[in-house]
């Protein structure tokens, strides 16, 4: 059965992402919060006032165009509109390009329990090195035996119980024009990276 997995929002701020420098504005006590969707998401609809596509578990970015939107909106209504965001089951939110959201936008988070953190990156640069890290650590995997070869350059996957011969002969078969790794690997699936990874020469031979 494939493997569901959740980070929490204090993973972020681990080696893999360290690039992104980022910090915490608020919810510093709540950085427990899991993520639980590989993907991330741009609120904006949300801010329009439009919550029925905020997936719970995903990442939200906020940046330029989301907090210059919110000063154009009367402050009743934005206070409203933060605050059903806020109510909403997502575990963080990221505000990009180094910008400050003022105290009300922080207040809103803090009181939901939902930590706002930032980073000084672009947002297209926050999004795609996200977007590496949960997929690398949520997408859906699962752990096959198999042989993984290199023919031309091209990654082939022949599965099958451990030590199963006709496997091991058509490996083998190839040889003269492949690389082979004979071992278990790690395979995700719906995600835009590589399929299916071993340790050693042919890691990440087999992409999607």
């Known amino acids: 059965m494939p493997e569901t997995q959740s980070v929490m929002v204090s993973e972020l701020f681990g080696d893999e992402l360290a690039d992104l420098r980022l ?13 639980t969707h590989p993907r991330v998401q741009k609120p904006g609809l949300a801010f329009a006032g439009y919550y ?7 990442v939200q970015i906020v940046g330029e165009s989301e907090l210059e939107y919110l000063k154009t909106v009367e402050a009743g209504e934005r206070r409203e509109r933060l ?8 575990p963080v939110v990221v505000i990009t390009k180094g910008l400050a959201p003022d105290a009300e936008f922080l207040d809103e988070f803090r ?6 953190i930032a980073s000084r990156a672009l947002s297209s640069v926050v999004i795609k090195q996200l977007s590496w890290f949960l997929e690398d650590h949520l997408v859906p995997s699962t752990r096959l035996h198999g042989v993984l070869l290199d023919i031309y350059g091209l990654g082939v996957l022949l599965i099958g119980s451990s030590g199963v011969v006709v496997r091991q002969e058509l490996a083998q078969s190839a040889r003269p024009r492949a690389g082979i ?21 042919l890691q990440h031979s087999l992409c999607g």
């Open 23 to 35: 910090t915490v504005l608020t919810g510093e006590n709540h950085l427990d919060n899991p993520v």
């Open 111 to 116: 009181v939901r329990q939902v930590p706002v």
């Open 52 to 58: 029925e596509y905020i997936k719970p578990g995903r």
């Open 181 to 201: 790794s004979n071992r278990s690997f790690m395979v995700w699936c719906g995600c835009e990276r590589p399929l299916a990874t071993s340790r050693g020469k």
């Open 83 to 90: 605050r059903r965001i806020a109510a909403l089951p997502i």
